[in-house]
């Protein structure tokens, strides 16, 4: 079997790349994550008012792929978007959690041993400090333990509404020019979230190869 | 509003350049209130986008202006860039791409306005073999031995982690069963027995060349060069010499291009894998192959003239390989790949 290769015999790199559909790129790709906050459609205000009275914790908790970078991202921007950010990788040293800082915001606390997150709770309190994590796992028994006011916020809600949001301001950021984007309806949100449940991540995923596919704009079938 | 609005403008309206040429164009300025400007820079990188993880580079900027401006103010500012060697603007499933003129102000105490504008780089008729200039980083990456080495030490390791527990874990079951009239526990032997099987199939996968070439004796594979221009041909030869009879279905190679994109971090990294090029060469036919005979074969690979380049990015790749099958009746078959270096 051959397929043939894209080309620029074919034209198709002589074209600016998704200009058929008035973009400037497949929407659903991957994004840097100083471009999530733009792109969120979440209310965070209640988050927002909590870190503002420290010492106190806001946990987001919630599976794979449900959203949680992305609050704690929105959260930092809304707030202190000069505040540290770290990540806690699974499959190399935890990079070290920068001290003396009023407010930091720390994903996926779960890879932290117990003895480095009562460590970390100890001193947000200790320091009057704010902080902002995301989880899998539930920490509102440690954070009680160590005395750390927390509101936990459970990650995941995907309605039909907050999907369509997503969807139509990640269309809209990948916007070439002025005129008609294609358009992901009601019926066709209905169906990613019927097949994907609060996954949005997987909705998105399916979106991108929709996406490639797309010859002109209009309505838009999944 | 901010309180100057900027436009890139380039002077060929199909934005089409070749290496080595000049981006030529200019930048205007709309100025709609007092302002002193820090900086009007225009810088040109080349960034990927699509489904892997975005990768960036090849950026040079210029500074055009530095002052004050009134409101009411219209300036147009020229600029040129080089186009450099690549990489070339590229389209594809998983992978794409661009070049890009991104212009911003900086104004104290106001948003900064920004604008960004791609271009488009195709092969120039100044590109020689050689000059690409991410070759030596694809050159220097020693994928197939590293891969090959370490596929081998992962398939056994993994291998003897599943099998040795497996089997453990069945023949305890087993007994314990046997000994305490427990028909039951030979539901946890059988579990043992699937853990075991496991083992066994990731160790006949990382072992299959070697049980291979205990039939066909050392495979020898080269391909030379395996640095080539699209549209240029590579001599693929591949030779053995039995150590007993061997019936072969066929002895096959493919050339095989594909885009490898990594999104997402921690354990949310995923790789992503798109093929848009698949053609195979058949070297030998099926045949009986007798203890010591030679087998020479050799073939012109020819990477077709349209071919995308050969890129590498961090968490985007565009690889072409060949891969080499011997299809032995009745015995692992033996598979071999090995990189291509495809230049513009």
Redesign the interface.
């Known amino acids: 079997?051959?397929?043939?290769?894209?080309?620029?015999?074919?034209g198709?790199?002589?074209?600016?790349?998704f200009a058929h559909l008035n973009l400037?790129?497949?929407p659903f790709?991957?994004?840097?994550l100083e471009d999530w906050p733009a792109l969120t459609v979440l209310d965070v205000d209640r988050l927002l008012a909590t870190l503002r009275s420290p010492p106190r914790c806001v946990q987001l908790l919630g599976d794979?792929?449900r959203g949680k970078t992305t609050h704690l991202l929105l959260l930092r921007a809304r707030l202190a978007p000069e505040a540290p950010y770290v990540?806690?990788?699974?499959?190399a040293p935890a990079p070290p959690v920068p001290e003396g800082e009023p407010i930091l915001f720390l994903d996926?606390t779960q890879r932290l041993s117990r003895r480095q997150r009562a460590r970390l709770f100890a001193e947000t309190l200790r320091r009057g400090a704010a902080l902002a994590i995301g989880t899998h796992e539930d920490h509102r028994a440690e954070l009680t333990r160590a005395g750390l006011p927390v509101e936990s916020h459970h990650v995941g809600d995907c309605s039909p509404g907050r999907l369509e949001a997503i969807i139509a301001s990640r269309i809209e950021a990948a916007r070439r020019g002025p005129g008609e984007l294609p358009r992901v309806g009601e019926a066709a949100v209905a169906r990613l979230v019927d097949r994907f449940g609060d996954d949005v991540?997987g909705a998105t995923f399916h979106l991108?190869e929709v996406f490639?596919t797309l010859t002109e704009i209009g309505d838009v079938e999944v | 509003m901010s309180k100057c609005d900027l436009k890139i403008v380039l002077d060929r309206p199909d934005r089409v350049y070749q290496v080595g040429e000049m981006v030529t164009g200019h930048l205007d300025v709309v100025v709609n209130a007092d302002c002193t400007c820090n900086g009007l820079k225009i810088s040109r990188y080349w960034q990927t986008h699509g489904r892997g993880n975005r990768a960036s580079g090849g950026q040079d900027e210029e500074i055009l202006f530095t002052g004050q401006w009134r409101p009411g103010q219209t300036d147009r500012y020229p600029f040129e860039f080089e186009v450099p060697a690549g990489p070339l603007t590229y389209h594809g499933h998983y992978l794409n791409v661009d070049w890009y003129l991104h212009a911003t102000a900086d104004i104290p105490w106001a948003f900064d306005p920004k604008t960004t504008e791609e271009f488009i780089v195709e092969k120039g008729d100044a590109d020689e073999l050689g000059d690409h200039p991410l070759g030596d980083r694809l050159a220097s990456h020693p994928m197939q031995a590293m891969a090959s080495t370490m596929g081998l030490a992962c398939g056994l390791a993994f291998g003897a982690f599943f099998l040795v527990p497996g089997c453990i874990f069945s023949v305890v079951m087993t007994i314990l069963s046997i000994s305490e009239g427990q028909p039951m526990m030979l539901i946890g032997a059988g579990m043992g027995l699937v853990f075991a099987l496991v083992g066994i199939v990731l160790a006949f996968f990382a072992l299959r060349n070697t049980i291979a070439q205990r039939k066909l004796g050392p495979v020898t594979v080269t391909l030379e060069p395996d640095r080539v221009n699209a549209g240029q041909e590579s001599r693929l030869h591949v030779h053995f010499s039995p150590k007993s009879a061997a019936d072969l279905n066929g002895l096959t190679a493919t050339l095989r291009g594909k885009e490898v994109v990594v999104s997402g971090s921690g354990t949310n990294r995923s790789t992503h894998s798109h093929i848009f090029h698949n053609e195979q060469y058949t070297l030998l036919e099926s045949e009986r192959v007798a203890a010591g005979e030679d087998v020479d074969r050799d073939v012109l690979i020819e990477v077709p003239g349209d071919a995308p380049a050969s890129f590498a990015a961090p968490d985007n790749r565009l690889v072409w390989e060949v891969e080499v099958h011997v299809d032995i009746k009745s015995w692992p078959d033996f598979k071999s790949s090995q990189g291509v270096i495809v230049l513009p």
């Open positions: 079997m051959s397929v043939p290769p894209p080309s620029p015999a074919d198709r790199h002589r074209r600016l790349p400037r790129r497949n790709g991957e994004l840097p794979k792929g990540h806690f990788p699974e499959d996926e991540r991108y490639q």
